[in-house]
């Protein structure tokens, strides 16, 4: 699987909604997606928000969802907040590996 | 608490070798995966492999097979990460993180070691 590709930026005002995509998503064997997603703040590890696609872990806010459309997985942030604003890296699994995207810069304006 | 913590920030010339390690606390470090991930400066994440402390069963991402070596120590619940012969473009922060949901839903990551290569 290739690297998978994100904008380098997106951006949105406090309370708005702004989608994520992540395109080259491909099945693992047997058709099974895997897709998740990571929040990175500067100079912190990653956190993990969506795995599986639109799962969240225990304490991420709900206002975090995930969906996919063909080969396009998308991480939505509805009611952005000032702490939303940090990279965003999607990831995806597929032949024993995984690969993950460029990332993409979050501003909130 | 689960947590992994890493060693410290290295600093190497290249061709040298280095290996970096990983430790587990809080949890079964034998029953799940753990990931290394490159984020090279001002970079995204490189899936770079896993491995199963439990049996040391290890997967490579291809861009990085015969590159690196993985490996665990399960008696002192550490992972290691290794280099035979370091190039300047190895310059990057390294984390390990454990492999909690399915596939690469990774919940817990270690606080990233710094390694930098320079002649």
């Known amino acids: 699987q290739s690297a998978l590709t994100q904008p380098r930026s997106v951006s949105g005002s406090p309370g708005q909604s702004v989608t994520i995509p992540c395109t080259g998503i491909s099945s693992d064997v047997g058709s099974d997606i895997y897709v998740s997603w990571y929040q990175q703040h500067p100079g912190k590890a990653p956190k993990l928000m969506i795995y599986d696609v639109t799962k969240r872990p225990s304490g991420v806010p709900d206002r975090f969802s995930g969906s996919i459309s063909g080969n396009t997985a998308s991480l939505t942030i509805s009611g952005l907040q000032a702490e939303d604003e940090a990279d965003y890296h999607c990831?995806?699994?597929?032949?024993?590996?995984?690969?993950f995207g460029g990332g993409t810069k979050l501003t909130v304006l | 608490e689960v947590q992994l913590v890493q060693s410290g920030a290295e600093v190497k010339k290249p061709g040298e070798s280095l290996k970096i390690s990983c430790k587990g606390s809080?949890?079964?470090?034998?029953?799940?995966?753990i990931a290394w991930v490159r984020q090279m400066p001002g970079k995204g994440l490189e899936w770079m492999g896993v491995?199963?402390?439990?049996?040391?069963?290890?997967r490579y991402s291809p861009s990085f097979q015969g590159h690196v070596t993985i490996s665990a120590d399960k008696s002192i619940s550490t992972a290691y990460l290794q280099w035979s012969s370091l190039k300047a473009s190895d310059t990057a922060m390294y984390y390990c993180a454990r492999r909690e949901y399915s596939l690469i839903g990774m919940d817990v990551w270690g606080q990233g070691t710094t390694v930098t290569v320079s002649s």
């Open positions: 809080g949890y079964s470090f034998t029953n799940y995966w």
């Open positions: 990831c995806s699994y597929a032949r024993s590996y995984g690969v």
């Open positions: 491995i199963y402390p439990g049996d040391s069963d290890t």
